[in-house]
């Protein structure tokens, strides 16, 4: 049988809680998740939207090659990754956390970087 750390018995005992209040109060937890919803609708998508069809077409069209040939030399040293991903923290950086995050998934899913690498320009994109 499992031995169960504490950490995981605090993320249980909050979760039983949090599912206590939501069910004890429907109607605030409804309110809040429309907030959200209504924020996400409202800002975060439509301000992430064009930055990522951008950047996938970048990326279909051969623009990450190409940057990967003129400043991929100084990023791949920069952050040890290879000179074709040069693209994805660029794309972190100036457009956001779930573009670059994007980027790094379409290159890996075309084969053009290794799981080990997706796994550092993850992080890498993320850096604000």
């Given at each position: 049988?499992?031995?169960t ?55 279909d ?68």
């Amino acid at each position: 049988m499992k031995k169960t750390s504490a950490g995981e018995a605090f993320l249980l005992c909050f979760s039983a809680i949090l599912i206590y209040a939501i069910l004890k109060k429907p109607d605030i937890a409804i309110g809040y998740m429309r907030s959200g919803l209504t924020l996400c609708a409202q800002r975060v998508i439509p301000s992430l939207f064009p930055f990522s069809v951008l950047s996938a077409l970048f990326i279909d069209m051969g623009g990450a090659d190409l940057l990967g040939r003129f400043a991929g030399g100084v990023v791949s040293r920069l952050f040890g990754i290879s000179r074709v991903s040069a693209f994805v923290p660029l794309a972190g950086m100036l457009c956001g956390f779930p573009v670059g995050a994007m980027a790094a998934s379409k290159l890996y899913r075309r084969g053009e970087i290794s799981v080990r690498e997706l796994q550092r320009l993850l992080i890498i994109s993320g850096i604000p």
